[in-house]
């Protein structure tokens, strides 16, 4: 069978289907653009890392202030210790014999139920006590890195 | 159509079927014969149309699940609407699939909805469980990490999913309890709220000056670190038992440090007992004796001597 006999069959079928799949390619072209944009080539759990990383150093800081850390402080470290939080339990979820990763999960909740304490009177009032509790938090957040890393 | 040799078997159970479920044989034949008689091109378009459509599925709830992570919902909720998106795109990529090579698809679905039903039926208690668990999921009696106790179950609450709820004891067991017992058990959370009382009870002797002990009580709660200033300890006396008089102490302390709060209140409060010599009292009997109860007829007891 020569080139040209393949051609002659290939041909018609190609212009029967070629519309359909430009139409798929054109589909699929879109979703990839979407994906590049959103960063979905990252694993979740990386994601949750560099999160973790980048407020490690903020808790080390706020934990040598004299003042406790306002509400609004308070409420944004907790929202993003939820999302790291969501990010590993979404790999966790994929893969859910990772002891070290689960570790990781439990360290980054009790690191956020540290971190709301914060926001209660007593707490507030009483910066030493406050300053034990962000050390605390650092500290778990820090084991937790750890854990990923491993 | 001309089912020979080892397709005569699958064909006979499909004409039972189908006379089972009422439909027209011939009809259906006529269906399949148009399938194997499809053109070349039509063949490859179906293959082609699968293929990509399948990696289109693919690609697009890798971008819904990632989406709907970075949102407020929670993870098995995320994970039960990705898989349902992902079995109805399956489907509809199919039902594309079966119109290209001509399949008239009403019949398809009516089979396929009767089918549906009967597994519907069949799996009725998982889809309970299954519906507890959204229920669960979406009102949040409890979120992972809280120590709880449903019906005669406690343990920390380790992963919510849409069929069963996994705690883990305080003997380090995994309990895996189906939604649909969790949801019609009653639940007791101990974490929801930030701050809890522990109440403790410290028994003293009755020569015991009360005010000294209550005042020695109060110190030895407040000397606790984790013990809360607001709202305050409250130190009373509980009532005057058998043998000792019994002081109730209520201490206020964040959920996270109940036990260590207990342990060092326990600690702290005998210590100071200890150094004021604030006795604890033992059980104790008073016997006493009536002056005007009938003498009993003394007994004797005969020996060798009085023989």
């Known amino acids: 069978m020569n080139m040209e006999a393949i051609i002659d069959m290939v041909m018609p079928i190609w212009l029967y289907v070629r519309n359909t799949v430009y139409g798929w390619f054109v589909i699929i072209a879109v979703i990839l653009m979407f994906l590049l944009i959103f960063k979905c080539y990252r694993s979740p759990l990386s994601i949750a890392m560099d999160k973790l990383r980048k407020l490690h150093p903020v808790l080390v800081r706020l934990s040598s202030r004299k003042s406790v850390p306002s509400r609004k402080r308070i409420r944004h470290i907790h929202v993003l210790l939820v999302r790291c939080g969501r990010f590993v339990q979404a790999y966790l979820y994929d893969h859910p014999s990772e002891t070290a990763v689960s570790d990781a999960y439990r360290l980054i909740s009790s690191a956020d139920r540290a971190i709301l304490a914060l926001s209660l009177d007593s707490l507030q009032k009483n910066a030493q006590a406050s300053k034990k509790v962000i050390r605390n938090a650092a500290s778990l957040v820090s084991k937790a890195i750890d854990s990923i890393a491993r | ?307």
């Open chain 2, 1 to 307: 159509m001309a089912a020979d040799g080892f397709l005569q078997i699958p064909y006979v159970y499909y004409v039972y079927l189908c006379l089972q479920m009422g439909y027209d044989c011939v009809e259906m034949e006529n269906n399949i014969e148009a399938v194997l008689d499809t053109p070349l091109q039509t063949v490859v378009l179906v293959v082609v149309s699968l293929t990509l459509g399948l990696l289109a599925i693919k690609l697009l709830l890798i971008l819904l699940k990632r989406l709907l992570l970075v949102s407020s919902l929670d993870n098995a909720i995320v994970r039960f609407v990705t898989t349902s998106i992902r079995v109805l795109l399956w489907v509809a990529l199919l039902l594309h699939c079966m119109q290209l090579l001509d399949i008239p698809l009403g019949s398809m679905i009516a089979l396929l909805s009767a089918i549906g039903v009967a597994i519907g039926l069949a799996i009725q208690d998982s889809i309970a469980n299954v519906a507890n668990g959204l229920v669960m999921i979406m009102t949040r009696p409890f979120k992972v990490g809280d120590y709880v106790r449903i019906g005669d179950d406690e343990g920390t609450i380790e992963e919510l999913r849409l069929m069963n709820t996994v705690l883990s004891t305080a003997e380090n067991k995994k309990l895996i309890l189906p939604n649909k017992t969790v949801f019609t058990s009653r639940i007791v959370n101990f974490n929801t709220n930030p701050i809890r009382r522990i109440e403790l009870f410290f028994s003293v002797d009755y020569s015991t000056d009360l005010d000294k002990a209550i005042a020695v009580t109060e110190k030895a709660c407040h000397s606790c670190q984790t013990v809360l200033s607001s709202p305050s300890p409250r130190v009373e006396l509980s009532r005057a038992a058998a043998s000792s008089l019994d002081i109730l102490v209520w201490v206020w302390c964040s959920s996270a440090e109940y036990w260590n709060t207990y342990f060092a209140v326990e600690r702290a409060v005998f210590d100071a007992y200890k150094a004021e010599k604030i006795e604890i009292p033992f059980d104790q009997v008073t016997v006493s004796m009536r002056k005007d109860s009938p003498s009993r007829r003394p007994r004797t007891v005969k020996t060798e001597a009085s023989k």
